[in-house]
């Protein structure tokens, strides 16, 4: 009985520990001027990868380097990716070389994929996503709703919970969702630093999240 109350004890504690640890990570804290910023972006198959090239067009040359997270089967936004940081480079000349990575992981849900199946292959993605997003280190995380996101955003939020850095994450909900939020805004809504729509029903809706109009 004393060995399970003791267990129970350091289990609560460290519960508390947690908890405590999430709330530093999670709470706003001021803005620091920065010449650059280490840009991490999630791209998706389809509308998701063309929403966020746009919105990088409106980005300065001061988010540098950008990386770039693919499903390792998505060849097309790969494509769209490389076009779009060519024709960068192309509009300013001072650029010879543009500073940025694409990389990989396993795709984490796939259209029509059951809950259970989508679980574990999350955990999957999260196993590749951990150590990516360890070793790049971002300043800011920047997403719009593909799948791939939520194992990048729990990784980019592991950082700051370890104590090894802190990352901001941002999150876009797509165009396309009007009246509800998408799966992967319902999971990042509570874990994202700024979490942005682009219709005032979903504002309305989720008094926390910051309306811009359309951004994309």
């Known amino acids: 009985m004393g060995g399970?109350?003791?267990l129970a004890a350091a289990g609560a504690a460290?519960?508390?520990l947690l908890a405590v640890r999430l709330w530093v990570v999670l709470r706003p804290r001021a803005a620091v001027p920065r010449r650059s910023l280490s840009l991490l972006v999630v791209a998706g198959s389809g509308g998701h990868t063309t929403e966020?090239?746009?919105l990088l067009e409106t980005l300065s040359d001061a988010y540098s380097p950008r990386h770039y997270v693919i499903a390792d089967t998505d060849e097309m936004s790969a494509h769209k990716i490389n076009s779009f940081e060519l024709n960068r480079a192309d509009r300013n000349?001072?650029?010879?070389?543009p500073e940025y990575h694409i990389h990989r992981i396993p795709r984490s849900r796939e259209?029509?994929?059951?809950?259970?199946s989508s679980a574990l292959s999350t955990l999957y993605s999260l196993w590749f996503?951990?150590?990516?997003?360890?070793?790049v280190k971002p300043d800011l995380v920047l997403c719009n709703g593909p799948g791939t996101c939520v194992p990048i955003c729990i990784s980019a939020l592991l950082l700051g919970i370890l104590g090894i850095k802190k990352v901001i994450i941002v999150y876009v909900e797509s165009i396309c969702r009007v009246e509800h939020l998408s799966l992967s805004g319902k999971i990042l809504f509570h874990l994202s630093d700024y979490f942005i729509v682009q219709w005032p029903a979903l504002k309305k809706k989720y008094p926390k999240s910051v309306y811009?109009?359309?951004i994309v």
């Open 111 to 116: 259209v029509q994929q059951s809950w259970p």
């Open 4 to 6: 399970a109350l003791i």
């Open 129 to 135: 996503s951990f150590p990516l997003t360890h070793r």
């Open 93 to 97: 000349p001072s650029t010879t070389f």
């Open 52 to 54: 966020i090239l746009r």
């Open 14 to 16: 460290l519960a508390v």
């Open 212 to 214: 811009l109009g359309r």
